[in-house]
């Protein structure tokens, strides 16, 4: 509704009252006109707003009424009193008209105002409805980029066949969701204050503002670390190293940071020690518990792989068959346990007797093969020979009684003496037998 200003309220009122004042001064005999001029000033009260001014002049109109009649030229008739009454009484009835139009007006306002107000509420309401649901709708799509982040870290940790590997993994993972930050994995023993902290209290350090952070001093931080992130990382338990974050701008990590770090130290653990215990598994499948050398089985495949490549390469290599001589011999005179350690030392003297790249398994028993790669019978012969040597040269002690280890050995080349597996292991045993029928500890190649 228009409100006039504060000159217009005063300037409307003055203007009729003129008016009025002029009009009786020029026509005394014509005061009547002073009740519809009142009349217009009580509309004007009314659309401006004014109560308290509007009562007076009811007041005086009234006073008024009564008085104006008996003051002008035509005295006090009864017809002019009689006018004079009625025109008082109109202006009443327009008062009272008025004030119930302002009354219902005034009611419809605060109404309105009421049902505003409640509208106003109701949109206060619901947007904070709607702010709760955006916030909810952003944690909802933040967990499901988690989950599926998360997903996919497994998957891809899960794929990696090396413990290294796992590692490289996790460390273009936490680059990949902490942009612009300074990733590194360290691994062994701890090595600065902060590896320190995490290894006594085996809990990750977060660490929002370097500057204000009261647990340490400023100048253990570089000046690139005012947001700082170290966590641990296992492996069956044990603390095998340390994860490490940091960032130039203060509060670049937050809790929620921090907890998908751990998960994802934590599924990196889970991945190694997976890893670890596939190979493990896979080596128990391939090794003898025994000697730690490969087992038969394991041996026939490395042969039909070598003859293959052998075959493509136009590249010979050779075989060693090698048995301990007098074996049971060891096991009647000074037990099992006797035997078992000949076993272990055979195995070892093997071992040190050959390159890496070639293959030494146990066949069974105390029977021993090797396969020498890209060897000619000849050199494979000396292979056997330097074996035959490290061998006797070493010294057992059985029940406190002084004892030597021998063996004897049979060498078999492919081609030469044999295009397929079952034919090269029958050449280098038949060698075998005529070291042994030739009186033991000795290398047969022809």
Not at 263 to 278: D, K, P, R
Not at 393 to 413: D, I, L
């Amino acid at each position: 509704m228009f409100r006039p200003n504060a000159f217009a309220k005063v300037a409307g009122p003055a203007a009729i009252l003129l008016a009025v004042g002029w009009t009786i001064w020029l026509w005394p005999a014509h005061f009547l006109w002073v009740y519809p001029a009142s009349g217009a000033l009580f509309l004007w009260f009314s659309w401006s707003g004014e109560r308290e001014i509007k009562y007076i002049f009811l007041f005086l109109v009234t006073a008024a009424g009564f008085i104006l009649p008996k003051l002008s030229p035509a005295g006090d008739s009864p017809a002019l009193m009689a006018g004079a009454v009625a025109e008082v009484l109109c202006l009443w009835l327009l008062f009272y008209a008025l004030s119930r139009a302002e009354t219902s007006r005034q009611a419809a306002r605060e109404r309105a105002e009421e049902a505003e107000a409640a509208a106003a509420e109701k949109v206060r309401n619901l947007e904070d409805e709607l702010a709760r649901y955006r916030l909810h709708l952003d944690s909802t799509l933040a967990r499901i980029r988690d989950k599926g982040a998360l997903s996919s870290a497994i998957h891809d940790m899960g794929a990696a066949a090396a413990p290294d590997e796992v590692k490289a993994r996790l460390e273009a993972l936490l680059r990949k969701y902490f942009p612009g930050a300074a990733v590194e994995l360290r691994s062994g023993a701890p090595r600065d204050f902060a590896d320190h902290w995490v290894a006594e209290r085996k809990i990750p350090l977060l660490v929002r503002n370097s500057e204000t952070d009261t647990r340490f001093s400023r100048g253990l931080f570089a000046a690139a670390e005012r947001s700082f992130m170290a966590l641990p990382l296992y492996l069956f338990g044990n603390l095998v190293g340390f994860v490490r974050a940091s960032a130039p701008e203060p509060d670049r990590f937050k809790s929620e940071d921090l907890r998908g770090a751990e998960l994802a130290c934590t599924l990196a653990g889970v991945s190694m020690e997976n890893i670890y215990l596939f190979e493990k598994v896979n080596e128990l499948a391939i090794k003898d518990g025994l000697t730690g050398l490969y087992t038969h089985r394991a041996f026939q495949s490395r042969l039909e792989e070598e003859i293959l490549r052998a075959a493509r390469s136009k590249v010979p290599f050779s075989m060693i068959m090698a048995d301990i001589d007098h074996f049971k011999s060891y096991n009647d005179n000074f037990g099992h346990q006797a035997g078992d350690a000949v076993l272990k030392a055979v195995a070892e003297t093997f071992s040190a007797g050959v390159r890496d790249i070639d293959f030494a398994s146990r066949y069974g028993g105390e029977e021993f093969a090797l396969v020498i790669t890209g060897a000619t019978r000849a050199q494979a012969a000396a292979a056997a020979e330097g074996m035959r040597l490290a061998l006797e040269a070493r010294s057992f002690t059985f029940n406190g009684k002084p004892s030597r280890v021998t063996a004897s050995f049979g060498v078999a080349e492919f081609p030469a003496d044999g295009a397929a597996a079952g034919q090269l292991v029958r050449a280098a045993d038949e060698r075998l037998y005529r070291a042994k029928e030739s009186g033991r500890n000795r290398v047969v190649a022809q």
